[in-house]
């Protein structure tokens, strides 16, 4: 991987881990049009980046998570579950560019249907979380946006805008921390110090709190759902394309 793929690949990664686009889609996607085929492990290391761009900008809401901790615990099992014993499956569908529009999407109705749930003020349950937490595991897919799912079946399940928002990346923190023991094998044959990956990281991290602020501004004016109709299209374009 040359620093110029990086740099790419980097942004890509940082700017849709966390708008509701999905970056695994999107990596994939600029992976296969870079001419080297989509690598878990690659996208596993760039997601570590985002998680500590997720850890600083959620770095004042510790009493959040704490509050809430048994809650983030049974959500995050769904996508345990799917992680533990379907990692092959997922890494054969991550290598097929060509199911991409169909799950891209999927991520365009679950934004786009957004627009037509009004928020309400629930408070957090066992079953809301683990219903979120489902809806977190389709997100393995790539193409099905994290946030997209999860936010959307929140707002869904009647949590406000600013809830939802918060408990979708306390989800996101032990789904990737489970990605990384998953993949700790092979994440540690990569050359962390060599200066295309470091750069890559830290250019990750600095480009995924900037989205996080303008996902938080979406959310909180009521813009989330035009999202959709960028994936939307991306869908129909790639549907004629693959």
Do not use: C
């Not at 600083?56 to 510790?62: K, P, S, V």
């Amino acid at each position: 991987m040359t620093l110029l793929q990086g740099l790419i690949l980097g942004t890509v990664q940082g700017i849709t881990e966390f708008l509701p686009v999905s970056s695994d889609g999107h990596l994939n996607l600029v992976q296969y049009l870079l001419g080297f085929s989509p690598s878990l492990t690659l996208d596993i290391f760039l997601h570590t980046a985002t998680l500590l761009s997720v850890l600083f900008f959620f770095r004042h809401e510790l009493p959040f998570f704490i509050k809430n901790i048994k809650y983030i615990l049974i959500g995050s099992v769904p996508a345990a579950i799917v992680g533990l014993f379907l990692k092959s499956q997922v890494e054969t569908i991550s290598a097929s560019p060509g199911l991409l529009p169909l799950f891209f999407l999927i991520t365009s109705v679950f934004v786009l249907s957004t627009k037509l749930i009004t928020p309400k003020d629930k408070s957090l349950s066992f079953t809301i979380a683990l219903a979120i937490g489902t809806f977190q595991a389709l997100a393995i897919l790539p193409g099905v946006s994290r946030s997209a799912s999860t936010i959307m079946a929140g707002l869904l399940l009647g949590l406000s805008a600013t809830q939802a928002f918060k408990f979708s990346f306390s989800l996101f923190i032990p789904a990737s921390l489970g990605a990384i023991l998953l993949d700790f094998d092979n994440l540690n044959q990569l050359s962390w110090f060599q200066p295309t990956l470091g750069i890559s990281f830290v250019l990750t991290s600095i480009v995924g709190v900037v989205a996080l602020y303008f996902l938080q501004h979406t959310l909180t004016s009521s813009k989330y759902w035009s999202f959709g109709f960028y994936t939307l299209l991306l869908a129909l374009v790639l549907f004629f394309w693959f």
